[in-house]
């Protein structure tokens, strides 16, 4: 990691804590506004340096600190569950994601350097030939969120060290430290050090590094209204967003009741129900309902919420007190407006029992907003058409599901689903690191999944050779 700012000299520490225990676990540097333009000029050395390394030493350098953080998961998990809260066995498998992603990336780097063209196939240009490479854009800027504070962070950095870029990354004030690591393990593969430095701090510092003109792109992973802020001041530079979802499972009568049951529980309680892909909304046919509604409760209601450091806990802490404070809020506004409580809602701490309801007013933020938390909402519907239009009727998307044994549903949702995937006889909660990934409707801009976003990380460069003209206009070599 390339770090400007001495410890010594900063003008401040950012406290890094368990959100379980509030034991703080680590501090990392204050990086004030000013200082983005220290962290910029280091990143255009990085950039030089990065685009002149081989494809061959960037694939490297990618293998070897997969193989490294594989080697060592055991210590990168024990640091997610510590700062982010995560259970220890969601932790292990975000870093077995984190090594799938690097590996993704080194592949990228060895197979997608660009294309023949063929400038023949069209009239007027038979006697021109050529191709185009994919080259670096140059200084990417990366902001990533606390609730996969290890693999997000590996899908901005894996595709853009592959495509030849340096990155400025700015990871969560909530949990850097796992970004932190894993920057220091890409420098022990061998990766020099000033093609990623981290820049930890506040909003300011991000707003004055989206706002650079040096910064080709900015890829973010957070919420609406910072999405919002930086699309506002980043000026003329490519932008690639992921800003969430409120993702709707539809389950239908000839499903398989049990496994739609079990895979909703499991999708919409993951990582606490911080997840932008976790199940928030499930429409079940009305001939099923009160069977699947027994079995999500009860399925529900067997989860353990504790301590995410032992292996029997399901449900860890929310990222902080008041992020779970908020939740309870939420759900007693739905509540009051007419919602009816069917598990959970109760508080301590920073760990909030997950939550059912069902009766939620089509008006309250629940059904409306993303929840971002360990709350589920049942709705009953009667058709399939009525399902797609309830599921539809947010104002952004990220993935959707369907339980039906029917292909013409399947293929008929997968059709008709606003949302940038839809997973037939899945929850909404599953997403494989090679994929493209990302969002519809508002706020969607640009995809993840290692290939898709070494693709917005680079850009085409067009290599045209016009053949000398045979014939009566033929020059000879020795002509000239």
């Known amino acids: 990691m390339n770090s400007a700012f001495p410890i010594d000299s900063s003008p401040g520490f950012i406290p890094v804590t368990n959100p379980f225990d ?39 350098v990618l293998e070897t600190c997969a193989s490294l953080v594989e080697r060592d998961g055991e210590a990168f998990a024990s640091l997610i569950v510590a700062e982010a809260g995560k259970t220890i066995r969601q932790a292990r498998k975000e870093v077995l994601r984190c090594v799938n992603t690097l590996k993704l990336s080194a592949d990228e780097a060895r197979r997608n350097a660009g294309e023949v063209v063929p400038f023949d196939a069209y009239g007027g240009s038979e006697n021109r030939q050529g191709w185009f490479t994919r080259e670096p854009l140059g200084i990417i800027v990366a902001i990533t969120p606390y609730n996969d504070p290890l693999n997000l962070v590996a899908h901005k950095l894996g595709p853009a060290i592959a495509g030849g870029n340096a990155v400025v990354l700015k990871p969560s004030e909530l949990t850097p430290l796992s970004a932190i690591k894993l920057v220091g393990y890409l420098v022990a593969a061998g990766m020099p050090p000033n093609v990623v430095s981290v820049a930890t701090g506040g909003a300011a510092l991000g707003e004055a590094l989206v706002s650079s003109r040096d910064v080709r792109m900015v890829s973010f992973t957070g919420g609406f209204a910072t999405g919002e802020r930086i699309a506002s001041s980043a000026g003329l530079k490519k932008l690639a967003m992921d800003l969430g979802g409120n993702a709707p499972v539809i389950v239908l009568n000839d499903c398989d009741l049990e496994d739609a049951a079990a895979s909703c529980v499991s999708g919409a309680f993951w990582a606490a129900g911080q997840n932008c892909i976790g199940t928030q909304r499930i429409l079940v046919q009305s001939s099923i309902y009160d069977a699947f509604r027994t079995r999500f409760v009860a399925g529900t209601k067997a989860l353990r919420t504790g301590n995410p450091a032992l292996p029997d806990t399901d449900v860890g802490p929310m990222i902080t007190a008041q992020s779970a404070a908020r939740t309870r809020r939420v759900v007693d506004a739905a509540i009051s407006q007419g919602a009816t409580l069917l598990c959970g809602n109760t508080l301590d701490g920073s760990l909030y029992a997950p939550t059912v309801l069902e009766d939620v007013s089509f008006e309250c933020d629940l059904w409306k907003q993303e929840i971002f938390s360990p709350v589920v909402v049942l709705q009953r519907i009667e058709t399939l058409d009525e399902a797609l239009s309830l599921a539809n009727s947010a104002e952004y998307s990220l993935h959707a599901g369907i339980f039906t044994n029917d292909l013409h549903a399947a293929l008929k949702a997968a059709d008709r689903l606003e949302a940038g995937g839809v997973m037939i006889n899945d929850s909404s909660d599953y997403r494989f690191d090679a994929m493209p990934f990302g969002g519809f409707k508002y706020g969607s801009l640009g995809r993840e999944g290692v290939r898709f976003a070494y693709e917005e990380m680079t850009q085409p460069k067009v290599v045209c050779i016009r053949k000398a003209v045979y014939g009566n206009h033929e020059q000879s070599a020795t002509a000239r």
């Open 22 to 60: 509030g034991v703080e676990v680590g501090t990392v540097v204050n990086i004030p506004p000013e200082g983005a333009q220290v962290l910029i000029q280091t990143a255009k050395e990085g950039a030089r340096v990065c685009r002149n390394l081989s494809r061959h030493e960037r694939s490297r």
